[in-house]
């Protein structure tokens, strides 16, 4: 049974920092394009970023510069640092395994950016 854990969410307020963590089970994590991806409450899923295989990451305009995606084989986990966060980045944030016609979702972690 493949199962994909976010954790690491949380109220943080404006400027701060949090980390989020996507735990897998059930699949041979190296071999999966991790993606994290975002949906604020009325709005359209939204792609954040992704890591591939090999270790390469891209990121939407909007976080560049701010957030880091990474992974660690060893643990099966991806991980999103958060940096200099704001409030539009109030979402409910969830981690995406990709591998050829398999993908698979986490339940999601709620991050919410507030004073």
């Known amino acids: 049974q493949v199962q994909l854990v976010e954790s690491g969410g949380g109220l943080v307020q404006p400027g701060g920092s949090l980390r989020l963590s996507c735990e897998a089970s059930?699949?041979?994590?190296?071999?999966?394009?991790m993606g994290w991806y975002r949906q604020a409450l009325g709005k359209e899923r939204e792609w954040v970023g992704i890591?591939?295989?090999?270790?390469?990451?891209n990121y939407v305009d909007s976080v560049k510069g701010r957030f880091t995606i990474s992974r660690d084989n060893a643990k099966n986990t991806a991980y999103l640092q958060m940096n200099s966060l704001k409030p539009e980045d109030t979402a409910v944030y969830y981690c995406?395994?990709?591998?050829?016609?398999?993908?698979?979702w986490g339940q999601g972690t709620q991050v919410t950016v507030s004073s």
């Open positions: 059930g699949i041979t994590f190296s071999s999966y394009v």
């Open positions: 995406n395994a990709g591998y050829a016609e398999n993908d698979y």
């Open positions: 890591i591939t295989v090999g270790g390469k990451t």
